[in-house]
């Protein structure tokens, strides 16, 4: 079983920065698209960024050129780089990831229980 840990989250005045990371372990898979949702009190949970197995990013509007989404294939990590940071920015911020799982020659889903970001002064 795949499982993801995600790490970095916090309180930060506005304007501040924070680095999300997103570890995930388990037996022998390979990392498809990878992404950072997010889901604040009284809302949906929002696809923020993702990125493709070649790289290929993709933001909401409200996060451009302040949110910066990478991976690291061989270590199977996944960040989320957050600039700027706004107090609508708080919500609490999952890492989820499609792999091909090679037990099953099938493609999975898998969520982490998510790290909470709470921007104010």
């Known amino acids: 079983q795949v499982q993801l840990v995600e790490t970095g989250g916090g309180l930060v005045q506005p304007g501040g920065s924070l680095r999300l990371s997103c570890a995930a372990s388990?037996?022998?898979?390979?990392?498809?698209?990878a992404g950072w949702y997010r889901q604040a009190p009284g809302n949906q949970r929002e696809l923020v960024a993702s990125?493709?197995?070649?790289?290929?990013?993709g933001y909401i509007d409200s996060v451009k050129g302040r949110f910066t989404i990478s991976r690291d294939n061989e270590k199977k990590m996944v960040y989320l780089q957050m600039n700027s940071l706004k107090p609508e920015d708080t919500a609490l911020y999952s890492c989820n990831i499609h792999i091909y799982a090679p037990w099953v020659d099938a493609q999975k889903s898998y969520w982490g229980q998510g790290t909470q970001v709470t921007v104010s002064s």
């Open positions: 388990g037996p022998s898979f390979t990392m498809l698209t």
């Open positions: 990125i493709t197995n070649g790289g290929v990013t």
